[in-house]
């Protein structure tokens, strides 16, 4: 939340409407089935810009009686802001993107993918197969590319590079 709000705010005090707007769409799209009162609050505000009346009426209907317009604007704690999370998310974002980019060119139906990765990196994304699987609707297995135990029947393994897996869809 914390880099949402310092990047928001920075795309409105410059102007830059159509990013902060995409950022703010991202962040709807980051929110799982509950959110805290305090989170959503925070999204209203900074929402309110471009959409002040539906805001307005939100912001009521979570039972605070003031406007959304009087309350401060949230300020991001810099301190909680973790860039080597960050770039994890990011690189799990392109490997969602990708997949499904690939998973619409294939003329088959697709029912499982599997990731072939670096082996420093293999617990990251074993840790978020439960994302990738949700994001895609596909069965996921995770291989670091030296395992020999793999199944990657047409070598794409080898693709592989720091930062970008490489997929095989099946």
Known sequence: MNRFIYEISDD??????????????ELFDNFENEI???????????????????????????????FLSLQKWPVADKKKID???EKAEGEMEKLVYDINHVAKLVKK???KVF??????????YLGRTDLIKKK???????????????YDPENKSKKTKPG???IYLE
């Open 12 to 25: 409105i005090e410059n102007f830059r409407y159509n990013l902060a707007i995409i950022k703010i769409r």
């Open 83 to 85: 860039k080597k999370i």
């Open 36 to 66: 805290s009162k305090k989170d959503l609050e925070i999204f209203l505000k900074l929402l309110h810009p471009f959409c002040p009346h539906i805001t307005e009426e939100l912001y009521n209907k979570l039972g605070n009686k003031n």
């Open 164 to 166: 970008k897996p490489a």
């Open 115 to 124: 990731v072939y990765v670096l082996p420093k990196e293999k617990q990251d």
């Open 136 to 150: 895609t609707n596909l069965k996921v297995e995770v291989f670091a590319v030296n395992d020999k135990n793999k």
């Open 109 to 111: 139906k697709v029912s």
